[in-house]
């Protein structure tokens, strides 16, 4: 039972165009959302995050959206740069600091 | 500063054997946890700890054992390792406000 879903395995956009990676979650209890980034043979690192209170969230070159209504978030990254490409995981928290994380969306920025 | 550092980053063991996957910390979190990544499963948690002499199972604790007596170590172990528990493993440790550092991971093969 995945209570949080990325329904898109991979994704290519090309350099300077925007990346729009979706998210969606089944569990109403969730109230604190992240992305995390990861480059093959290194962990994840924090990305950008987004409490339940807000519906967006900027720093730089990423946007998080978060629709509760609709259960999805979705991250924006503009304009994308090849050292964009990795594999994306959103995240899902009750406050309980205990992530469900999602299947990842592997990206890839063509030059 | 180094953060969360995992030992081995690379491992081979036959059916049966056991070993102990190392983690460790230096930001004096007190919560801290094991995941494992395999292909279209994201990241699940298999253990975690909320702080010295305490740890409780995730969503896949079976075949694995952890132990926390010190705030710095948090040691994941596989009594009898079989080809189903092949994959990466991931320690992470939380720090004030939810963020998780990640280690770079051990990646594990049972043959």
């Known amino acids: 039972d995945q209570q949080v879903k990325q329904n898109s395995p991979s994704l290519s956009v090309q350099e300077g165009r925007i990346s729009i990676l979706n998210c969606d979650y089944t569990?109403?209890?969730?109230?604190?959302f992240l992305w995390y980034k990861k480059y093959p043979a290194e962990g994840p690192t924090f990305l950008i995050s987004?409490?339940?209170?807000?519906d967006k969230n900027e720093d730089g070159r990423f946007t998080v959206f978060l629709n509760k209504s609709a259960k999805h978030l979705s991250l924006h990254i503009v304009p994308s740069q090849p050292g964009d490409s990795a594999v994306y995981f959103c995240?899902?928290?009750?406050?309980?600091?205990?992530?469900?994380f999602g299947t990842g969306t592997r990206l890839t920025i063509i030059p | 500063n180094a953060g969360v550092t995992q030992t081995p980053k690379f491992q081979v063991l036959k059916t049966g054997q056991s070993m102990t996957l190392q983690c460790a910390q230096d930001m004096n979190h007190e919560y801290m946890s094991w995941y494992r990544q395999d292909p279209g499963m994201g990241l699940r948690l298999i253990h975690y700890?909320?702080?010295?002499?305490?740890?409780d199972q995730g969503e896949v604790p079976n075949g694995y054992n952890v132990s926390r007596s010190t705030t710095e170590d948090f040691p994941l172990r596989l009594l009898s390792a079989a080809p189903s528990q092949t994959s990466v493993y991931f320690c992470?440790?939380?720090?004030?406000?939810?963020?998780?550092?990640f280690g770079s991971g051990t990646r594990l093969t049972v043959v």
């Open positions: 992470a440790s939380v720090g004030a406000g939810g963020g998780y550092t």
């Open positions: 987004i409490s339940s209170i807000k």
């Open positions: 700890s909320v702080g010295a002499g305490i740890t």
């Open positions: 995240a899902a928290d009750f406050g309980n600091e205990k992530l469900t």
């Open positions: 569990n109403s209890m969730f109230d604190y």
